[in-house]
């Protein structure tokens, strides 16, 4: 998928699985547990699924 993620979609991010928690100034901020840190790059961010895709599994994450 080639557009870039939105808050609340489930990306993956060099192998991890993360979560887009937020988007400030163009920032992308990923969360994987407690830690949350900036992407490095949000146009390689690989789309896994799409926050309502994820709230129809009830993945509350």
């Avoid at 080639?2 to 808050?7: A, R």
């Avoid at 993360?18 to 400030?24: E, F, G, K």
């Avoid at 830690?35 to 690989?46: F, K």
């Amino acid at each position: 998928m080639n557009d870039l993620p939105e808050v609340g979609d489930e990306v993956e991010d060099g192998g991890r699985r993360t979560i887009v928690t937020d988007i400030h100034q163009g920032v992308y901020l990923l969360r994987c547990g407690a830690r949350v840190w900036p992407a490095p790059d949000p146009a390689g961010l690989r789309i896994v699924r799409r926050r309502a895709q994820r709230i129809a599994d009830s993945d509350a994450r």
